[in-house]
């Protein structure tokens, strides 16, 4: 951190009331998300703060749900999925250091109790939809009433995707440009799409050997083709706006696909070699390219991992079904659950 | 091609002389090339004026052996491995079309015989050991004493990479800017490095859906982060240059890999992807990786196709050759054959 830079703890405090004052248990939902323009690289490492803007679509049901009570014992504790974690655990860490921007010097001993629902072979990161629930739920339980946009630019200091997961629907990530970051938030889009598919085609659930934090250094420091990326995604975000707009699955598939791709040719061009593709990955590629050669309107997208996540239309579904056996689809729209988390979130106190 | 664009004839008749006298018969090889630093690109499609310049090593015994004679009956013949192909095959009509832009319209009626001897499933082009084998005997065919240089611009008008297997050993192909493209051509660099070793690694010899000049094309027009290639070519020709110099085995070949995957990054990064990879490559590219890993010096490069091409040293030959058990290993500079095909290429009818 550079001196005088900015700390994610100023940040908060200058949000929260002086004191603290919990409710006796608090419980949020926050959805995974896909990216059809991704995050790929920080202006800041404190804050998070992406150099370029982004656009995601949320996965409905799935995602994490977090519930917050109060530790009698004294001492906190985090659980995942039902197992206790000890504090020096990674996820523990990172959750129990989120806590602390809020709670600061004052004595609130919690539980923080995470359950993800996401099909654990689904290649999908948690700490998006993780982030997103804690702050969700941390702003219940304190009783914060914060807006949407602040919990997003809070939530986008634990991970940067999590931003977008405050919200169902597409959002909207905004790079912003200010030095608290503030105005690098998330915002829900205005469109609804009931025939919009996302499958998630299994390639590998093996633990990545770098993560997106380190990769998206490496990518920056050492990739030469990288300094083309934040236009290239510039472009790519304004085309799938106007594919929205023009309700253009094809335009809006292309795009994402292309833009996915892009990403990845960032990091091919890194040193080392950055290449999250399994050989499946090249061979599942392929039986997309091979079924939109037949005519098949599919696309996909990938993040940093192996699994492609397909998009398609609702009645394109059982043929895809058939071609990927172990396909998971969502729909993402389904209920056309165009709600706002934030402030739909359950608080079991009140 | 634009208005007043030069054609290749214009330029390659001014130097030729008016009427041109042949011998009875001429023959001449070129080595094959794979390229350190690649060529990918053009400025200039008629002319094949690359938009950067590149860097490569050839393949000493393995390339094209071209005889020329004459055609008594009268009309052209292309033979091609043996075989005799009809002149609307594109292999044919693209020497033919060669061949005149040296004999006009004299009446010397060719055949054309070449014998490649590069192993067909190695996935390597023959196009430049072609062309600058094709332009070799057609200099001692007609007797026309041109500098290497020129015969190197002369090649590179059939095959962009045919001006770099005019030479043995390491050749650079300086990118030039006149507008005649004269200056861009090849020149053998004074480094002999006997220890190298090139290990072909064949992952398929499918024909591939997309040919280099098509995907180049495509490349150059679609790709968002083509336009961040020229600086990183120039920046590995740079690297390899003084890796060279330093007699750096590992720097040379951590370049040669790291310019491939950006170039394949570029590719990647088109509309629709080019992917020249198959499943196999990955799987091929991570046993590379593993085996750097594990300690061995082992890099790779790779063209527009899904082969692999290992760089390493002969002291790692047996290892390699165990790793991968159909390796076809190549010692650019075993009889330290760092001769000028362009004055030795044999003349027949001398």
């Not at 990216?35 to 690289?41: P, S, V």
């Not at 996820?91 to 654990?120: C, E, H, M, W």
């Not at 999590?162 to 597409?170: D, I, L």
Request: hydrophobic fraction near 45%; glycine fraction near 6%.
């Amino acid at each position: 951190m550079l001196r005088n830079e900015l700390t994610k703890a100023d940040i908060v405090a200058r949000y929260l009331p002086k004191k603290l004052i919990a409710v006796d248990q608090a419980e949020a939902f926050a959805p995974s998300n896909i990216a059809l323009c991704k995050y790929w690289g920080k202006r800041q490492n404190e804050l998070n703060l992406p150099v370029n803007s982004s656009l995601s679509v949320s996965l409905a049901h799935l995602g994490s749900h977090t519930q917050i009570r109060p530790a009698t014992s004294g001492e906190d504790q985090v659980i995942l999925n039902g197992q206790v974690l000890t504090a020096d655990t990674p996820f523990a860490a990172k959750v129990i250091s989120f806590v602390n921007l809020f709670r600061g010097q004052q004595n609130y001993p919690l539980i923080v109790d995470t359950r993800n629902n996401i099909p654990t072979a689904a290649g999908l990161a948690s700490s998006a939809s993780g982030f997103a629930a804690l702050t969700l739920a941390l702003n219940q339980y304190f009783q914060l009433a914060l807006p949407d946009t602040v919990l997003s630019a809070f939530a986008r200091m634990g991970s940067g995707s999590a931003s977008r997961s405050v919200f169902t629907g597409f959002v909207e990530w905004r790079m912003g440009q200010q030095e608290d970051g503030m105005d690098s938030h998330a915002f829900p889009l205005d469109v609804s799409w009931p025939d919009l598919r996302v499958g998630l085609v299994k390639v590998s659930s093996a633990q990545k050997a770098v993560d997106s934090r380190a990769g998206m250094k490496r990518t920056v420091e050492t990739s030469g083709l990288y300094q083309s990326w934040p236009a290239q995604a510039a472009r790519d975000l304004e085309t799938i706006h106007q594919a929205l707009i023009d309700d253009d699955f094809s335009q809006l598939g292309a795009t994402a696909e292309h833009n996915a791709m892009s990403m990845h040719a960032t990091m091919i061009a890194s040193w080392p070699p950055l290449l999250y593709w399994q050989a499946e990955s090249v061979a599942a590629m392929q039986r997309v390219w091979a079924l939109r050669e037949a005519g098949v309107e599919v696309y996909f997208t990938m993040d940093a991992g192996p699994n492609l996540k397909l998009l398609f239309k609702a009645k394109d579904q059982l043929l895809l079904e058939t071609e990927f056996p172990d396909l998971e689809v969502v729909a993402p729209f389904a209920e056309d659950s165009k709600t706002n988390l934030a402030s739909e979130s359950v608080n079991a106190a009140d």
